[in-house]
T-cell receptor, first 114, second 107 residues
Framework: EPEVTQTPSHQVTQMGQEVILRCVPI?????FYWYRQILGQKVEFLVS????????KSEIFDDQFSVERPDGSNFTLKIRSTKLEDSAMYFC????????????FGPGTRLTVT | RKEVEQDPGPFNVPEGATVAFNCTYS??????FFWYRQDCRKEPKLLMS???SGNEDGRFTAQLNRASQYISLLIRDSKLSDSATYLC????????FGTGTSLTVIP
């Protein structure tokens, strides 16, 4: 069964550093998403991406964040100048588009900023 | 403003019990509705979409009441493996997740 994959599973970085989180969505899916979940809190939408551009973004997704689809398979989230409060689980998701909004999530990357 | 609200629980039920969760949403223009389950420190996994006519998948039944802006999930004949957090998700311009309802099924 096709699945969304994410790398790395755990990333530790120092405050102020830049990190890139990687995702490979399901191959025939058209819409891609990033979410974050701070420990013990709810899943929060960051950004959606379609047709090589951002389609929606939340208030959380400020200039510190950027997304890219550098090739036909990868979808990345870059976080610049990381802060302690960026520590969270980051989930990538994708859906097939058309009339379906059912999203399938990757296993997540646990980001720890020290 | 909380877009999606759920009773956090926890719900502790014996095996074989029937349990129901409710979720309310604030925006009447919301378009799509889902239930996901999330195991501890894992990703959300789609359980089922929720349709206006109601839908059933085995032991799980989901209902949508647009007039009252709530969504429900009914689990019949609870299994130990149903223990998880159940997330209500609503799509407007973006996807809004509830905080989740914790279920523990006890032997």
């Amino acid at each position: 069964e096709p699945e969304v994959t994410q790398t790395p599973s755990h990333q530790v970085t120092q405050m102020g550093q830049e990190v890139i989180l990687r995702c490979v969505p399901i191959s025939n899916h058209l819409y891609f998403y990033w979410y974050r979940q701070i420990l013990g809190q709810k899943v929060e939408f960051l950004v959606s991406f379609y047709n090589n551009e951002i389609s929606e973004k939340s208030e959380i997704f400020d200039d510190q964040f950027s997304v890219e689809r550098p090739d036909g398979s990868n979808f990345t989230l870059k976080i610049r100048s990381t802060k302690l409060e960026d520590s969270a689980m980051y989930f990538c998701a994708s859906n097939a588009g058309s009339s379906s909004y059912e999203q399938y999530f990757g296993p997540g990357t646990r980001l720890t900023v020290t | 403003r909380k877009e999606v609200e759920q009773d956090p629980g926890p719900f502790n039920v014996p095996e074989g019990a029937t349990v129901a969760f409710n979720c309310t949403y604030s925006n009447s223009a919301s378009q799509s509705f889902f239930w996901y389950r999330q195991d501890c420190r894992k990703e959300p996994k789609l359980l089922m979409s929720v349709y206006s006519s109601g839908n059933e998948d085995g032991r799980f039944t989901a209902q949508l009441n647009r007039a009252s802006q709530y969504i429900s999930l009914l689990i019949r004949d609870s299994k130990l493996s149903d223990s998880a957090t159940y997330l209500c998700v609503v799509n407007e311009d973006q996807f809004y997740f509830g905080t989740g309802t914790s279920l523990t099924v006890i032997p």
